[in-house]
């Protein structure tokens, strides 16, 4: 089995830092796609920032030229590195990563989502 454990979160000033971290473990083969996602009550889950094979990255519109993931492929962890940030970025934000395991003796991928983590930006 996998688990995804996010961490980092916490109350911020509006413009304000945080970085968020979120670490894969189990019995893992590799780990392709690794994304951000945001909640908050009431809203669909939303894609926050992705990163992908050669470390491809995207980010959605309103987080971009604030927000930066990136990865440890040795630590099998992701981070988001949250800057200048805004009260409506308070949410709750999971880590969701496409990981190839080995199941009945060949290699499947599946995708494995975190408990996630809160990010409350307020004064």
């Known amino acids: 089995q996998v688990q995804l454990e996010e961490s980092g979160g916490g109350l911020v000033q509006p413009g304000g830092s945080l970085r968020l971290a979120c670490v894969a473990s189990?019995?893992?083969?590799?780990?392709?796609?690794v994304s951000w996602y945001r909640q908050v009550p009431g809203k669909q889950r939303e894609l926050v920032a992705g990163i992908g094979s050669g470390d491809r990255t995207n980010y959605a519109d309103s987080v971009k030229g604030r927000f930066t993931i990136s990865r440890d492929v040795a630590k099998n962890t992701v981070y988001l590195q949250m800057t200048s940030l805004k009260p409506e970025d308070t949410a709750v934000y999971y880590c969701?990563?496409?990981?190839?395991?080995?199941?009945?003796?060949?290699?499947?991928?599946?995708?494995?989502w975190g408990q996630g983590t809160q990010v409350t930006v307020s004064s």
């Open positions: 969701n990563a496409h990981v190839v395991v080995i199941t009945n003796g060949l290699p499947r991928q599946f995708s494995y």
């Open positions: 189990g019995s893992i083969v590799s780990i392709n796609d």
